[in-house]
T-cell receptor, first 114, second 120 residues
Framework: SQQGEEDPQALSIQEGENATMNCSYK?????LQWYRQNSGRGLVHLIL?????REKHSGRLRVTLDTSKKSSSLLITASRAADTASYFC??????????????FGSGTRLSIRP | GAVVSQHPSWVICKSGTSVKIECRSL??????MFWYRQFPKQSLMLMAT?????????EQGVEKDKFLINHASLTLSTLTVTSAHPEDSSFYIC????????????????FGSGTRLTVV
């Protein structure tokens, strides 16, 4: 079963603009992760944010986490054509710090127009 | 960085035959691996958790006799789709848990590149 929903389902922006994707989840989590998937390929881990963190940066990526609202956002700044992909959030609902299975959101298909 | 190798990348088989998919962690030991299934333009659905040296844990609704999982070593897990039918055609992806030195999850999960299974 899926843990949560992402919105928008699809997003098309001009190259150079910022892209924001949102993820909502249902249960308490140990951490939340964002992944990218190019069409027909495996997933690439982008960033992990723990439940006690509120914001994290990695290059052009900025992730926020609001555990009170059970939501997270992924911001990609200065988008490039190579950012075109599907983006998934994934949550680890483990009660303990040792991670177990992760559950994926529904994903956002991002298209960057040249 | 951590690498998970998944083979084959694509396979076409006849209905009724079995197909084996391998998932190997190349530069780290993975006591736990996960198998996902993904239909076109949909998210990944967890099928089962593969534990080294013990039986796999299947998600609700996944037939354990149809999707056989073996995790015989710390670097290899296999998924065998038995008596495949056209409805089993899908994209299958494995992932492995990669812990940091402090055994906390620092690096996320490493995914294989996926296997496109087509049953004709």
């Amino acid at each position: 079963s899926q843990q949560g929903e992402e919105d928008p389902q699809a997003l098309s922006i001009q190259e150079g603009e910022n892209a924001t994707m949102n993820c909502s989840y249902k249960t308490s989590i140990n951490n939340l992760q964002w992944y990218r998937q190019n069409s027909g390929r495996g997933l690439v881990h982008l960033i992990l944010i723990r439940s006690n963190e509120r914001e994290k940066h990695s290059g052009r990526l900025r992730v926020t986490l609001d555990t009170s609202k059970k939501s997270s956002s992924l911001l990609i700044t200065a988008s490039r054509a190579a950012d075109t992909a599907s983006y998934f959030c994934a949550t680890d609902p483990s009660k303990y710090s040792s991670a177990s299975k992760i559950i994926f959101g529904s994903g956002t298909r991002l298209s960057i127009r040249p | 960085g951590a690498v998970v190798s998944q083979h084959p990348s694509w396979v076409i088989c006849k209905s009724g035959t079995s197909v084996k998919i391998e998932c190997r962690s190349l530069d780290f030991q993975a006591t736990t691996m996960f198998w996902y299934r993904q239909f076109p333009k949909q998210s990944l659905m967890l099928m089962a958790t593969s534990n080294e040296g013990s039986k796999a844990t299947y998600e609700q609704g996944v037939e354990k006799d149809k999707f056989l999982i073996n995790h015989a070593s710390l670097t290899l897990s296999t998924l065998t789709v038995t008596s495949a039918h056209p409805e089993d055609s899908s994209f299958y992806i494995c992932s492995a848990l990669n812990r940091g030195k402090d055994r906390e999850l620092n690096y996320g999960y490493t995914f294989g590149s996926g296997t496109r299974l087509t049953v004709v």
